[in-house]
C-alpha cells in the first residue's frame, strides 16, 4: 500500500490512503501497549488467580457441599444453608459478631482520633508516645495476649488488685476472660487497644494534611477549641474517618486471633465469634461445606455493610 | 474609633528577630499598606496584628485598648488570607455566616448581612456553591465577604492578589479600594507588589529586614524616597543609580557621572549638599526622567547630554523601556514610542534632573531629605 500507482492515486488521493495506513498501524500499537501492559500484570494477576480467586471460588462452591476433606465432595443443595437456623452456635456467633463490630469500631475510632489529636500537639516526648501507642499493632500476639491475660487475670492481676484498692468488694470485681459476663468486654478492650495505635497514624496523618490557616480563620470567626474541632476538624477529616471506618468495620467482622488467644470462643459461646465457629467447623470438625456456608453469610454481611457506608459517603 | 499604633512591636523566633522594635500610627478608616520583598517581616507583622502570631515584645493597641494578651476574635478585626481559607465543606452562604453564627446572632440578622454583603461584591448567585466550585476570583470575593459580615472595625489583608492573573487583580485592586471607601473600615494590607501598594494606599509602610524604611503617602515615597532601598523598591522599572561626584563651579552645585556634567537644580536644599562637595554620592534618576535627543537636536536645559548604546528595547505600547549601556553603566529609560530604536543604536539622552535623588553611598541615607 506503499507505493501507489498512478491508476490509483487518481481514484483516490494520496492523503486518504496515507491515512488509512496510519490507522492500521495505531490500531497495531495500542494492541501492542495493551499486550505490554498486561505481560506486567500478569505474574501478579497469576498469583492472586491460584491463591485467591480461586479459593474464593472453591469456598463459595463447597457451601452447597458435603466435605470433611478425604472422602469425595457431595453436592448438598441448601442442606447447609438450611443448618444455620438450626445451629445455636451460629446464631450466638453471629450476634456476638454484630455486637463485637457495633462495640469496638466506634470506640477504637475516637481513642484512635482523641490520641491523634494528644499526639499531634506539641507536648514532651510526643515520638516516644507515638510509638508506644504504635507498638501493641507490630507487637507479637502471643506475647501481648499472655501479657493482657496477666495484667486481667481475676485473682491477682494488677487491674483488679486497682480495682480493689479503690474500694471495690472482691465478689465483685470483674471475672474478665473467665466470666461470661466479661469475657467478651475483655476482647473488646483487647482489640482497640491493639488497633487503636494503626489507626492513630492514619487520623496523624489526615490531621497534618489539614491547613492551618483554617483554624486560624475559624478563631478569627470566633470559635473556640471545641468549636474548631467540630466546625473544622472532623469535616475535614471525613474521608479518614470514612477509611478507617470502612477497615475497622471489616476487620471486627473478620475478628479471630484475639478471640482465639484469650478465650477461645468462651466461656460457653460468649465470644464465639463468626470466624472462630468458622475455624471450628472447618479444622475441629472438619466440615468444610457448613463452614463454607458460614463463611458465605459473613462475605454478605460485610459486603451489604461496606456498600451501606459507600452508599452514605457518597451522599455526603 | 479603631485607630492602631504599633510601639515597640517586634517578634523574634527563638534567637532570630524577624521585626525589629517597629513604631507604628494607623489613623481610623486609614487604608494602609505595609510592602516589602520576601521575608521583610510585613506578613509577621500583621499576623500580630491579628492575634496569629504572639507578641515577644512591645505594644499593640488598638482603639485605646492594649490587644497584646486579647484574642483574636475579640479583637473587632476580620482577616482576608492569602489562599483565602475558606471552609471546603461549607457552602458560601456558610461560610460567610459562621463568623455570626458563633456570635449567636440571630437567623434574621446572619441572613441580611449575608446577603447585603454578596450583593455588595455580586456573589449572590454563588451561595449555594461550595468553595472547590468557585474560581480564585469568586473565592476571593467569598473571602472578602466573609470578613465583611462581621462589620469589623479593622480589615487586615495579607497578599489577597498574589493568586490572581493579572487581569482580574487589576480588577479586585480597584474593587478593593471602592470597598474601603465604602465600608468606612480601617484596612492593613500586606503585599509584595508596589503596585498594588501604590494604587491602592492612604499610605505606605515600606519594610526591609523587619525594620520600617518608610511610611508616607504613594506619591511621597515615589518623590523623596529616604534612601536607596525605598528609591530602588518602589516605582517600576527601578531608578537608575549612579555613582557620582559633586563639585561646585559659579557657585552651583554639579553632579559629575563618568565625566559627564550634570549641573543640580537650585531647588535642592543648597545646605545639605554642600558637605558633599568633592566627595562621592549616588545619584538618582528615574527611568522617565531620560529624555532622547532626536539628531539634531540641541540640549534645550542645556544639561549634557549621555551618549548610549541601546541593549534591549522593550515596548509597552505606550512607551518603550531602554536597557542602554553607557560607558560602563546600564541604565533604563522610559521613552515616548515615536523613537524606534534598534538593539545597537547609539542615543543620546538627557536628564531632567528636576526630581534626581541623592544619596550618601556609605549610609545610603538620601542626602536631600
Redesign the interface.
Known sequence: MTTLSPAMSDRQPATTVRRKVRVVSRRRRRIENALIAYSFIAPNFLGFAVFTLGPILFAFALAFMHWDGSNPIEFAGLDNFWRLFEDRAFIDAFWNTIIYTAVSVPLTLACALGLAILLNQKIFGRDFFRTAMFFPYVASLVAVAVVWNMVFNPEMGPVNMLLYTIGIPPEDLPGWAADRHWAMVTVILFGIWKSMGYYMVIYLAGLQGI?S??Y????????NAW?KFI??TL??L?PTTFFVTVMLTIQSFKVFDQVYMITQGGPGTSTLVLVYHIYNEAFISWDLGYSSMIALVLFLLVLVVTVVQFRRQRED | MASISLKKLNKTFGALTVVHDIDLEIADKEFIILVGPSGCGKSTTLRMI???EEISGGELIIGNDLMNDV???DRD???V?Q?Y?????MTVYKNMA??LQ??KASREIIDAKVQEAAKILDITHLLNRKPKALSGGQRQRVALG?AMV?NPAVFLLDEPLSNLDAKLRGTMRAEITKLHKRLDATFIYVTHDQVEAMTMADRIVVMKDGHIQQVDTPQNLYDRPVNMFVAGFIGAPQMNLLPATIRREDGRFLAVVDGQVLPLPQSFDQSRIAPYEGRPVMLGIRPENFHELAPGDIDPANTGAFNAVVELAEPMGSEIHLNLIAGERSLIARVSPRFRPRIGDAVTLTADMTNAQLFDPTTERSILY
Request: proline share 8%; charged share 20%.
Open positions: 491547613n490557616e483554617l486560624e480563620a475559624a478563631g478569627l470567626d470566633g470559635a468549636q466546625h473544622v469535616p475535614q471525613a | 491579628a492575634g496569629l484574642p483574636s476574635k478585626i476580620a482577616m488570607f489562599n481559607a475558606l471552609y471546603p465543606h459562621f463568623g458563633l456570635r466573609r462581621r
